[in-house]
């Protein structure tokens, strides 16, 4: 028997009884919609939360911070905890291959001491002013839109130069000046606990796609009102957490290292420079693959020049990619077990059809029989038929899922924006192929088992 | 040679722990162009020969040869295939898919011989200029009258130019002026050297045709045959007290 006969015949069949093979597909319709949408904010969110991390300098940084509680073993030799110093950098530049774009940093917060941030009688509230090396930009993931990053050079000669984020510039000058233009605060002065300071640099405006976009319209459409309030505030915490690394990187002033120690720390220390205790080093490794190889390098290294003093820890991200993977693995389960659902009641629908299409059928088949139809041509056909049903009822779930995908979106504005895939539709579609052959092989089996003679004589 | 040979076939059902003997010993040649009826009243088994014959069903036990091959314990595959080449039925009901146009109907065993379908289209419409339903070729079972759907079904059975065309008492549920129609026609059949079979229970039905076999009690009571001549006039007998039985 032809198969292109068979599935001819097959969509003749679910044409002859149209409406209902439509009430047929609606469940395999509903299931596949509703794993494509699934999908499509499971893979919004997962994007957002990877996006967050690679803002924060993805899996290959690692942070070496100042560890003031000493093990216990340790406890006595407290007085000599040092933290992290520049000696640490420079040992672990000679000694350490396996991480590369060593950074060292002091952070001021202005949660903790005295940070002021002003400029012609306006002031800001930076999140963070970090002295430290150009390197920062890399390991932070920072991009300079205007100006320059300070250099090595500013550092040695503890220049008053300093690189802001964009709400700096929005809190001291404004965003844009009276004719609509971007200001552009590169060689102003500002001053950092009043002392003055050179704007060099800029970073980019950092924000989500979905922000930019809202972002670009409202400056289109010419509006006015603050930008802050058409920002999406996150009503999950997944948003919120991304939100808040964008503030952050917004708020931060960098200066060099030197400079913030020479001319900015009241708690300047007498000594050597080296010894000056750092609130961070952050570098990258070069395989995240081998990251715990290479924490035990650094380790090894900073044991050396700590003198077996643990008064140091370290930090990775694999935690918050942990996090990450978690969330999205149960965010995936649930997701999957509800389409599961109505996956599985569509092929129990098309089951239920397909079985009393049967034996209102018996006779054609024993027709079909009688005129050289063999079990196996029957049994081909009725699978063939369930599994056209479940076909066209895929189609039209990936048909309406964008519909219903952006129906979702709008109505939750605040939400994290969803992203179709083509590999959610072609597993969802896949399934539904799957979900109509098992329902279909059941009846198919009864119908090719049915004797011909019994069939014909069947009213 | 012969066409089909029977060598004692039986036939038993097992209905509710009682064993039906529907066939009980059966032989019989039946050779190629041979035009045949065969007669017996309700229950005799001639039903079941038929479906034997056809290949719908397997004997329990005994020999069945087509074209000098065995087929009595032939695989349902094979019986599909043989049914699908060699065998056209005719029913009493019709038997046309009611969804299908009278071409598709006639069309339908060429779909399980793997024709193109250009090829079927093709010899379907020569089936039915055969039979002459050329210009219904494109109405449905439900609009033909009860010949017309009988004629339709003569072409379906004619269509993969089988070697024997069973006719399963094809004029019962017509008005005796179409079954005469009917009957001629298969008389044409037979004359064009085609083997036809008739089953019936009328005994004027199996008058049209030259050899008769009867059934009683699934064995074969008696059979007229025009080169038997001398025993025709019993078979007379024999009809007349069926036909008393019957009314």
């Avoid at chain 1, 949408?37 to 940084?61: C, D, Q, V, Y």
């Avoid at chain 1, 957490?241 to 220390?269: C, G, H, W």
């Avoid at chain 1, 081998?290 to 140091?312: A, I, P, Y």
């Avoid at chain 1, 072609?426 to 009864?446: D, Q, R, T």
Wanted: charged share 25%; aromatic share 6%; glycine share 8%.
């Amino acid at each position: 028997m032809n198969f292109g006969t068979v599935i001819q015949s097959g969509i003749k069949e679910i044409g002859a009884h149209w409406f209902r093979s439509l009430l047929t597909m609606f469940g395999v319709i509903c299931g596949v919609a509703s794993l494509v949408t699934m999908a499509s904010f499971i893979k919004g969110k997962e994007n957002l939360l990877r996006e967050s991390l690679a803002e924060t300098g993805g899996l290959e940084k690692i942070t070496v911070e100042s560890e003031d509680d000493l093990p216990d073993y340790q406890k006595h030799l407290e007085g000599e905890a040092k933290g992290v110093t520049l000696k640490d950098v420079y040992a672990l530049q000679a000694g350490a291959p396996m991480v590369h774009d060593i950074t060292p940093s002091i952070n001021k917060s202005r949660y903790r001491g005295y940070l002021r941030v002003s400029r012609k009688g306006r002031g800001a509230r930076p999140w963070m002013l970090q002295g430290t090396w150009p390197t920062a930009l890399e390991i932070q993931e920072h991009e300079i839109e205007h100006g320059r990053m300070f250099t090595m050079m500013d550092d040695l000669l503890s220049n008053n130069v300093c690189v802001i984020g964009t709400e700096i510039r929005n809190s001291l000058f404004d965003e844009v000046d009276d004719q609509g233009e971007t200001i552009i605060p590169i060689g102003e002065r500002i001053l950092i606990n009043y002392v003055p300071f050179t704007i060099v640099g800029m970073f980019r405006e950092y924000m989500s796609d979905e922000d930019r976009k809202k972002k670009e319209a409202a400056k289109a459409s010419g509006e006015t009102r603050s930008l802050r309030n058409i920002f999406s505030r996150g009503s999950d915490s997944n948003t919120r957490r991304t939100q808040f690394i964008y503030y952050q990187k917004n708020n931060a002033i960098m200066v060099p290292l030197n400079t913030l120690v020479a001319k900015l720390d009241s708690s300047y220390e007498t000594g050597s420079k080296l010894d000056r205790k750092l609130s961070e080093i952050t570098m990258k490794i070069e395989d995240v693959s081998l990251l715990s190889t290479s924490l035990q390098q650094v380790r090894n290294v900073l044991m050396r020049t700590h003198k077996g003093l643990e008064d140091f820890e370290f930090e990775t991200q694999e935690e918050f990619a942990d996090d990450i993977t978690l969330a999205i693995y149960n965010e995936r389960i649930s997701g999957m077990f509800i389409a599961g659902i109505c996956l599985l009641i569509g092929g129990i629908g098309i089951i239920n059809i397909m079985l009393s299409s049967i034996s209102e059928r018996v006779r054609e088949i024993g027709i079909r029989k009688s005129v050289g139809a063999t079990s196996m041509d029957v049994f081909t056909q009725i699978l063939i038929e369930s599994v056209v049903l479940a076909v066209a009822g895929g189609l039209a779930g990936l048909a309406i899922s964008p519909i219903l995908v952006n129906t979702l979106a709008s109505l939750a504005d605040d939400s994290t924006p969803p992203i179709m895939t083509t590999q959610a539709m072609l597993i969802a579609f896949g399934f539904s192929v799957l979900i109509g052959s098992l329902a279909g092989l059941f009846p198919a089996i009864k119908a090719a088992k049915l004797n011909p003679i019994q069939a014909l004589r069947y009213d | 040679m012969a066409l089909l040979e029977l060598r004692d076939i039986h036939k038993t059902y097992h209905l509710g722990g009682e064993t039906i003997r529907a066939l009980d010993g059966v032989s019989l040649d039946i050779d190629s162009g041979e035009f045949i009826s065969i007669i017996g009243p309700s229950g005799s088994g001639k039903s079941t020969l038929m479906h034997i014959l056809g290949c719908l069903d397997s004997p329990t036990s005994g020999t069945l040869m087509m074209d000098n091959t065995m087929i009595h314990d032939a695989s349902s595959r094979q019986l599909a295939s043989i049914r699908n080449k060699k065998i056209g039925f005719v029913f009493q009901f019709f038997n046309l898919l009611p969804k299908l146009t009278v071409r598709q109907n006639v069309e339908l065993p060429m779909i399980y011989s793997g024709h193109s379908s250009k090829e079927r289209r093709e010899r379907a419409m020569t089936a039915l200029r055969r039979v002459n339903m050329e210009d219904r070729s494109k109405h449905r079972p439900s609009q033909l009258s009860g010949g017309q759907q009988q004629r339709t079904a003569i072409a379906r059975a004619l269509v993969n130019d089988p070697r024997i065309i069973f006719a399963d008492e094809p004029t019962g549920n017509l008005d005796s002026h179409t079954g005469e129609l009917i009957l001629e026609m298969f008389d044409q059949l037979h004359n064009e050297g085609r083997t036809v079979m008739l089953v019936t229970h009328d005994p004027e039905i199996a008058a049209v045709t030259p050899r008769r076999i009867e059934i009683r009690d699934g064995k074969i009571a008696n059979e007229a045959d025009p080169t038997l001549a001398g025993k025709a006039p019993r078979f007379e007998q024999i009809i007349k007290a069926e036909s008393k039985a019957t009314t």
